[in-house]
């Protein structure tokens, strides 16, 4: 129903919520923190984009600060018992170039981490979305964070194409995965495990 909404902050508080003046119609919106922490407070106007949701004495809008961040948030609420809460909870702590990470390496420890999240939903969330982390678009983020991300992606295709499965690459890469390690680094070392 709504893609978008452009506007100005009306207000923004440390909670996750953002109430955003479109025309003189105010909408209010639950964020994460890592849209809140992208919201311009200068007077500028935002593009927010946004996902509704239905509940039964409810109509919630949900603002995501790029269409990456909205893709997460609908994935993570397709996996059984993970509610909007928990899913906000999982990018507010994350973020989305650290969730694709974590769901590539198949990492549930770095999930266990979240508050809210127990051994079983980690594992769930894990194993369910970890071959549909493609769908989630890699973010534009401000300092070339998604190095990282990318170096794990490759060495994960590396693998496949060198003959593994995408559990076996996977489970390996999360033993060696570490931030600032170059593709090449990580491919020697989770062949050194595989083998």
């Known amino acids: 129903m709504y ?12 909670a996750g919520r953002l109430s955003l003046d479109v025309n003189g ?20 106007t935002v593009t927010v984009y946004v996902r509704l949701v239905v509940r039964e004495d409810d109509l919630i809008l949900f603002g995501f600060h790029d269409s990456a961040e909205r893709v997460a948030f609908d994935l993570l609420t397709s996996v059984q ?4 809460n928990l899913a906000l909870a999982v990018l ?17 420890a770095r999930l266990r981490k979240v508050k809210g999240i127990g051994p079983k939903s980690a594992e769930r969330i894990a194993m369910e979305l970890a071959d549909k982390v493609e769908r989630i678009p890699a973010p534009i983020e401000p300092h070339g964070a998604t190095a990282g991300v990318q170096a ?43 083998r």
Request: neutral net charge; aromatic residues 4%.
């Open 92 to 108: 507010s702590a994350l973020g989305v170039s650290e969730l694709r990470r974590v769901l590539i390496s198949r990492d549930i």
């Open 3 to 14: 893609d978008f909404l452009r506007g100005t902050v009306a207000n923004l508080d440390s």
């Open 152 to 194: 794990v992606e490759e060495a994960h295709r590396a693998l496949v194409v060198l003959g593994f499965s995408s559990k076996e690459a996977a489970d390996a890469l999360a033993k060696v995965a570490t931030p600032g390690t170059k593709g090449e680094e990580l491919l020697r070392a989770a062949l050194a495990v595989l």
């Open 81 to 84: 018992q993970v509610g909007v």
């Open 25 to 44: 119609v105010g909408y209010f919106l639950r964020i994460s923190e890592e849209t809140r922490k992208r919201i311009p407070l200068d007077g500028s």
